[in-house]
């Protein structure tokens, strides 16, 4: 009683930057991103967290990311331009 656990639903959302565990709230960044601009991480944090509230990229999902961080496009595009020192 009380035990909500169902093996099987335990998912992560995993990028190259950080991960995210719905089901019991979990968030990992890479640690990387604190080499990187700081809105970076703010941008990160913001959509793993948003993955607690929608498990994939649904339109409510961008819709959350709009509405806390209008830029996030950018800050996207940023990231993916910089090099990621974990590959060596
Ligand atoms: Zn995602």
């Known amino acids: 009683m ?4 169902s093996a099987g ?3 992560a ?7 995210c565990h719905p089901d019991s709230g979990n968030i990992r ?3 990387d991103l604190a080499k990187k601009p700081p809105e970076c ?3 990160i944090v913001l959509h793993e967290l ?10 409510s999902f961008y819709q959350l990311l709009n509405n806390h961080l209008p830029q996030w ?3 996207r595009h940023l990231l ?6 974990d590959s060596f």
């Open 29 to 31: 960044l890479n640690t």
């Open 9 to 11: 639903s335990y998912n």
């Open 2 to 5: 009380g035990s909500r656990r």
């Open 41 to 43: 991480l703010e941008y």
């Open 80 to 85: 993916n331009s910089l090099p990621l020192s």
């Open 13 to 19: 959302f995993k990028t190259k930057w950080g991960s």
């Open 73 to 75: 496009r950018d800050i």
């Open 50 to 59: 948003a993955h607690l509230r929608e498990r994939t990229h649904t339109n």
